[in-house]
């Protein structure tokens, strides 16, 4: 196991921001990608942003233009930047580490509520 610590959700207006945090255990360039993903109850967990090794972004579309991921090596943190949130972006979510051998590795999740 490789222990992924999520912080920062919380209850924010509509249009508002907020910084997600999730911190490795290890170094984070030993895994392949890093990434957020957010799951709704009765839906399926999806990909919300990811960072690989060697800093190639990939977002969701609804989230393009609004989240930012971005990455401290040196304190195996990778962060979840949102901003102009939106009611539908209300979820868990949750940290992803892809080891080398396509071996995935979650946080516990951290709750995420956009009020209207």
């Known amino acids: 196991q490789v222990p992924l610590v999520e912080s920062g959700g919380g209850l924010v207006q509509a249009g508002g921001s907020l910084r997600l945090s999730c911190v490795a255990s290890?170094?984070?360039?030993?895994?392949?990608?890093m990434g957020w993903y957010r799951q709704v109850p009765g839906k399926q967990r999806e990909l919300v942003a990811s960072?690989?090794?060697?800093?190639?972004?990939n977002y969701a579309d609804s989230v393009k233009g609004r989240f930012t991921i971005s990455r401290d090596i040196a304190k195996n943190t990778v962060y979840l930047q949102m901003g102009s949130l939106k009611p539908e972006d209300t979820a868990v979510y949750y940290c992803?580490?892809?080891?080398?051998?396509?071996?995935?590795?979650w946080g516990q999740g951290t709750q995420v509520i956009v009020s209207s």
């Open positions: 992803n580490a892809r080891g080398i051998l396509m071996d995935d590795y």
């Open positions: 290890r170094n984070i360039f030993s895994f392949n990608e």
């Open positions: 960072i690989s090794t060697g800093g190639s972004r």
